[in-house]
């Protein structure tokens, strides 16, 4: 039995001076945390809310139905850091995801599944030509998600610096990238510059293959599938790793929730602090240093470095104050995209709905399911959302994980996670009417699904709506970007979140940063946190 979530926390920090103080208890916080506490420092961190994990969280909205409330699949996190912290001895559990699933209104729709021969077949019934090519497409884009691994792994390469070690580490990246046949030189350059849906046709034919595919480019930007620079994105999130197998997806046993306990229990074992309910009001700054942060409460705490853990128009707009920073990067920082466009519906079943076109239980809904019946169908979501509305007919990515994992809903119930693209946070009306809107937002979604499963409404015993306002206000998520700002190409690399401050140092000593609005972003994957950490223990200031 691992210590529960409450047995993980102190009531109030235990000293009034820490080597580090982390602000924010997301995954990547208490990542940041456990490598610094595993070094031999004084770690506390400090959570606003009165449950850790930020965005990769469970709770219990209803009782017995356990919502992994934001964040809801593992696709990014890094082996590595598995391993090094021994993440599994500490409950960090995935149960893979089996298939993907695309209903559709006539016929039996489309699943691809981890067997690639039972995806050929499927895939056949649209285009025996794609079926043929799904397999060479995997093998390049794997290539390609490897060479960007190592890009990933790494802190973010700064092409202006002329220290030796950097030059050195530059020479590597080109020689890599340099290393590349022809042809995958060529996707790669395609890959920079072309929209998922452009850089889908040049590999397929069928669109029900290439419309359900082309959302990886999407998610959490503000860009349709038919926009140039969505095609990165979708390179993004092909690089999911569980053990080390590319394009692997899972469900965290006891949800996502249970990925930062097993980092807090991990954190606690060499000695950090945990605090939940501790609001920091500010950080501390004199001198061009932070030196420390005070308490909503009051209380003041002193720390030779502060690590963020939240996004950058917080870190430095917010909790660190204009007046502290210099003009120019206050600009960059102002400049920086959020553009939340995303939004959350969870829901309590008595039963699990049917789909018309593949009707019963089956493997083919343990894995995640789509609603992208065609590329028109999700530039017409784009085009309302772009005018300053949610979609009516939205892009969907549903799990019901309750049919993999028991443990999140009550005996013969079930728990639906829906991701709902698109949901701007400025709507026509302003960010302030989300609350107007958000229950006709809900109903959107249910009929949307309910068109592909006629009995989802009846079962529906209680239902969480979150708009991009509500993933603002109760997580901290600036503009209900999941990514802490958008994943476009000028935010990438050594530009997130500004030019020259990618490296998880900032312009006030003593101030670093450690989450998804640094290199390499957004996604449940960890790298952010343990990259800032080390960085900060090979650094002088700690």
Same mark, same amino acid.
């Given at each position: 039995?691992?210590?529960?979530?409450?047995?993980?926390?102190?009531?109030?920090?235990?000293?009034?001076?820490?080597?580090?103080?982390?602000?924010?208890?997301?995954?990547?916080?208490?990542?940041?945390?456990?490598?610094?506490?595993?070094?031999?420092?004084?770690?506390?961190?400090?959570?606003?809310?009165?449950?850790?994990?930020?965005?990769?969280?469970?709770?219990?909205?209803?009782?017995?139905?356990?919502?992994?409330?934001?964040?809801?699949?593992?696709?990014?996190?890094?082996?590595?850091?598995?391993?090094?912290?021994?993440?599994?001895?500490?409950?960090?559990?995935?149960?893979?995801?089996?298939?993907?699933?695309?209903?559709?209104?006539?016929?039996?729709?489309?699943?691809?599944?981890?067997?690639?021969?039972?995806?050929?077949?499927?895939?056949?019934?649209?285009?025996?030509?794609?079926?043929?090519?799904?397999?060479?497409?995997?093998?390049?884009?794997?290539?390609?998600?490897?060479?960007?691994?190592?890009?990933?792994?790494?802190?973010?390469?700064?092409?202006?610096?002329?220290?030796?070690?950097?030059?050195?580490?530059?020479?590597?990246?080109?020689?890599?990238?340099?290393?590349?046949?022809?042809?995958?030189?060529?996707?790669?350059?395609?890959?920079?510059?072309?929209?998922?849906?452009?850089?889908?046709?040049?590999?397929?034919?069928?669109?029900?293959?290439?419309?359900?595919?082309?959302?990886?480019?999407?998610?959490?930007?503000?860009?349709?599938?038919?926009?140039?620079?969505?095609?990165?994105?979708?390179?993004?999130?092909?690089?999911?790793?569980?053990?080390?197998?590319?394009?692997?997806?899972?469900?965290?046993?006891?949800?996502?929730?249970?990925?930062?306990?097993?980092?807090?229990?991990?954190?606690?074992?060499?000695?950090?602090?945990?605090?939940?309910?501790?609001?920091?009001?500010?950080?501390?700054?004199?001198?061009?240093?932070?030196?420390?942060?005070?308490?909503? @409460?009051?209380?003041?705490?002193?720390?030779? !470095?502060?690590? +963020?853990? #939240? $996004? %950058?128009?917080?870190?430095?707009? =917010?909790?660190?104050?204009?007046?502290?920073?210099?003009?120019?990067?206050?600009?960059?920082?102002?400049?920086?995209?959020?553009?939340?466009?995303?939004?959350?519906?969870?829901?309590?079943?008595?039963?699990?709905?049917?789909?018309?076109?593949?009707?019963?239980?089956?493997?083919?809904?343990?894995?995640?399911?789509?609603?992208?019946?065609?590329?028109?169908?999700?530039?017409?979501?784009?085009?309302?959302?772009?005018?300053?509305?949610? @979609?009516?007919?939205?892009?969907?990515?549903? !799990?019901?994980? +309750?049919? #993999? $994992? %028991?443990?999140?809903?009550?005996? =013969?119930?079930?728990?639906?996670?829906?991701?709902?693209?698109?949901?701007?946070?400025?709507?026509?009306?302003?960010?302030?009417?989300?609350?107007?809107?958000?229950?006709?937002?809900?109903?959107?979604?249910?009929?949307?699904?309910?068109?592909?499963?006629?009995?989802?409404?009846?079962?529906?015993?209680?239902?969480?709506?979150?708009?991009?306002?509500?993933?603002?206000?109760?997580?901290?998520?600036?503009?209900?970007?999941?990514?802490?700002?958008?994943?476009?190409?000028?935010?990438?690399?050594?530009?997130?979140?500004?030019?020259?401050?990618?490296?998880?140092?900032?312009?006030?000593?003593?101030?670093?940063?450690?989450?998804?609005?640094?290199?390499?972003?957004?996604?449940?994957?960890?790298?952010?946190?343990?990259?800032?950490?080390?960085?900060?223990?090979?650094?002088?200031?700690?």
């Amino acid at each position: 039995m691992h210590e529960s979530s409450e047995a993980l926390l102190s009531p109030r920090p235990k000293k009034s001076r820490y080597d580090a103080i982390v602000v924010g208890g997301g995954h990547n916080g208490l990542i940041a945390a456990a490598y610094l506490a595993r070094a031999g420092k004084q770690v506390l961190v400090l959570e606003r809310r009165h449950v850790l994990g930020g965005a990769a969280v469970s709770e219990e909205v209803f009782p017995g139905f356990t919502f992994s409330v934001c964040s809801y699949v593992v696709s990014l996190f890094r082996p590595h850091i598995i391993r090094e912290l021994e993440l599994a001895r500490h409950g960090f559990d995935l149960i893979p995801l089996e298939a993907s699933f695309l209903p559709l209104l006539d016929g039996e729709g489309l699943c691809r599944w981890s067997d690639p021969h039972r995806t050929r077949r499927e895939v056949s019934r649209f285009s025996p030509r794609d079926a043929e090519t799904l397999g060479e497409f995997s093998l390049a884009m794997s290539r390609l998600a490897r060479f960007s691994k190592s890009i990933i792994d790494r802190p973010a390469p700064d092409p202006t610096s002329l220290a030796p070690r950097e030059l050195l580490r530059n020479l590597r990246l080109a020689r890599e990238l340099g290393g590349m046949d022809a042809d995958l030189a060529y996707l790669n350059h395609k890959l920079m510059t072309m929209s998922a849906v452009d850089f889908l046709d040049l590999w397929f034919e069928s669109e029900t293959l290439k419309a359900p595919m082309s959302v990886s480019g999407i998610i959490g930007t503000f860009l349709g599938v038919r926009s140039p620079g969505s095609a990165y994105v979708l390179l993004h999130h092909y690089m999911g790793e569980i053990d080390g197998a590319f394009r692997s997806w899972g469900f965290s046993r006891g949800g996502t929730g249970q990925v930062s306990l097993a980092c807090a229990r991990a954190a606690r074992a060499h000695g950090a602090e945990i605090v939940c309910e501790a609001p920091v009001e500010k950080i501390r700054v004199e001198g061009g240093r932070a030196r420390g942060v005070v308490l909503v @409460s009051g209380d003041e705490l002193e720390a030779k !470095v502060v690590v +963020s853990g #939240v $996004d %950058p128009r917080r870190t430095f707009l =917010g909790l660190v104050g204009e007046e502290h920073l210099d003009g120019e990067f206050a600009r960059d920082i102002r400049r920086y995209k959020y553009r939340g466009s995303s939004g959350k519906v969870n829901l309590a079943l008595d039963g699990l709905p049917e789909f018309t076109c593949r009707p019963g239980d089956g493997p083919h809904l343990r894995g995640d399911i789509a609603i992208a019946p065609s590329i028109d169908y999700l530039e017409r979501a784009y085009d309302e959302a772009k005018y300053g509305d949610f @979609s009516s007919r939205p892009y969907l990515n549903v !799990v019901i994980p +309750s049919l #993999v $994992d %028991p443990s999140v809903a009550p005996p =013969g119930k079930h728990v639906m996670s829906i991701f709902v693209q698109y949901a701007p946070y400025e709507i026509k009306e302003g960010p302030a009417h989300w609350p107007e809107r958000r229950e006709a937002f809900g109903d959107a979604v249910v009929e949307t699904l309910a068109e592909y499963a006629p009995t989802l409404p009846d079962r529906i015993l209680h239902r969480q709506v979150l708009s991009p306002w509500d993933l603002e206000q109760e997580f901290g998520l600036t503009e209900g970007n999941i990514f802490h700002g958008e994943l476009s190409l000028e935010q990438l690399l050594f530009l997130r979140p500004a030019a020259g401050w990618a490296r998880y140092r900032t312009p006030l000593r003593g101030l670093w940063m450690c989450a998804s609005g640094t290199h390499p972003g957004g996604g449940i994957m960890g790298a952010p946190g343990e990259l800032a950490a080390k960085t900060l223990l090979e650094s002088r200031e700690l």
